[in-house]
Each structure stands twice: as C-alpha cells, then as structure tokens.
C-alpha cells in the first residue's frame, strides 16, 4: 500500500537557521501531499499542500515541492523562528471508497528552535 | 475560527472496560474520520463517515470499534472492551466535502490510557 517515510526526530536548531525536514513516499497512483503541523496541546493543522508533480505549496515561510521523480516532499524554511518549534507530519492522501479521501501519515518529525 | 473538539482530553481506562470518545466536527461538514497515533509511532487511519454510514475502515477497526453520529452534533468512537494496545492518542478529524484536494480539519486529541 501507499506509504510515507519522514525522517526522524528530534531536529533542534537555533533560531534563524535553515531548515529541512525530508519526507519521501510511495504510491501507486498520483497522490496529494500535504504538510501538517501540531502545536503543542493543539490538532493537526494543515501547513501547505501539492496536489500534483513539480506543484509548490507554500505558507508562513515554508515550501515544499512535489517531486515525482524522487518521490519526495522536503519541507523547507530559510529561517527559522522559536514559534515555530511544534511537530511535522508529511502525509498523502490516496482514494478512498465511497467518496472519502483517508491521510496516510509519516511518524512525524518534532522540531525545537532555540533563541 | 470554527474548529474541532474533542473530549475528553485524557482517558484512563481498565482493560476490558468500554470507552466513548467524543467529538464536535465544524458544523457544515459532512466528511467524518477517527486517526490514532500509538506513541512513536505513525497517525494511521481508523474509519471515514459520511451520510451516517461508515465509508471506509482500516484493518485496525475490527469489531470491538464502532461509530455514529448521534445527535446530529457528535461524533463518537467506542471501543467495546478495550486491550491494552489500544493506549493511544486519538484524533477526529472532519471535511467539507471528499476529493483528493480538500483539507481535513483535525482536534486536539483524546489520549487513551489502557491498564
């Protein structure tokens, strides 16, 4: 089945640094990608999305592009800020029966930025 | 900002003992989910509702899980006698409508403690 491998956790940088945090899948068909984030004591929200090859979401400063040639979805950010520190999860979503669309989801990466 | 709730936040539970989760989807969506997230491991899919029927369930949702929309305003998930690799964090989500591009809107969580 469609899966979603994110890498691993934690990440800590200081603020203003670079960030990168890989995200590569497999799927069978032409899946959307998404980025979600989780604030601490907060749901998922979505970040960005792609829904299909070399698309580019974008959203407070983060980009991710669609690459289907390398099956990956990095999420970028030029400069980090201490607000930022929260849990990321790559995700896909693949068809579902009956009109649902299920989120297939990477383990989720947990990022800390220091001042 | 409309969002998603659930309660309870935390859940402490006997093995073998029944639980209700509960959540409030934004109102005018009609697109239903239940995720769960085992601690370090990936957010996996449970089941999709839609038209007070259940769309789609996951090889995790056998038949000591169940969902309805009771009174038009709630979503639940019981589990009739829970194990104790049911301790898990347990998320609700909810859409407007299906399809690969729309944004499923997640709550905060019910953490499910099994002893």
């Known amino acids: 089945g469609n899966s979603v491998t994110q890498m691993e956790g934690p990440v800590t940088l200081s603020e203003e640094a670079f960030l990168t945090i890989n995200c590569t899948y497999t799927a069978t068909g032409y899946p959307s990608l998404f980025w979600y984030v989780q604030y601490p004591g907060e749901g998922l929200q979505l970040l960005l999305k792609?829904?299909?090859?070399?698309d580019k979401g974008s959203n407070k400063g983060f980009e991710a592009t669609y690459r289907k040639e390398t099956t990956s979805f990095h999420l970028e950010k030029g400069s980090v800020q201490v607000s930022d520190s929260a849990v990321y999860f790559c995700?896909?979503?693949?068809?579902?029966?009956?009109?649902?669309?299920?989120?297939?989801f990477g383990k989720g990466t947990k990022l800390t930025v220091n001042p | 900002e409309p969002e998603v709730t659930q309660t309870p936040s935390h859940q402490v539970t006997q093995m073998g003992q029944e639980v209700i989760l509960r959540c409030v989807p934004i109102s005018n969506h009609l697109y239903f989910y239940w995720y769960r997230q085992i601690l370090g491991q990936k957010v996996e899919f449970l089941v999709s509702?839609?038209?007070?029927?259940?769309?789609?369930k996951s090889e995790i949702f056998d038949d000591q899980f169940s969902v309805e929309r009771p009174d038009g305003s709630n979503f639940t998930l019981k589990i009739r006698s829970t194990k104790l690799e049911d301790s898990a964090m347990y998320f609700c989500?909810?859409?407007?409508?299906?399809?690969?591009?729309?944004?499923?809107?997640f709550g905060p969580g019910t953490r499910l403690t099994v002893l």
């Open positions: 509702f839609y038209n007070n029927e259940i769309s789609e």
């Open positions: 792609a829904t299909k090859a070399d």
């Open positions: 989500a909810s859409s407007v409508v299906s399809g690969r591009y729309n944004e499923q809107f």
């Open positions: 995700a896909l979503s693949e068809g579902g029966q009956g009109g649902s669309e299920k989120l297939v």
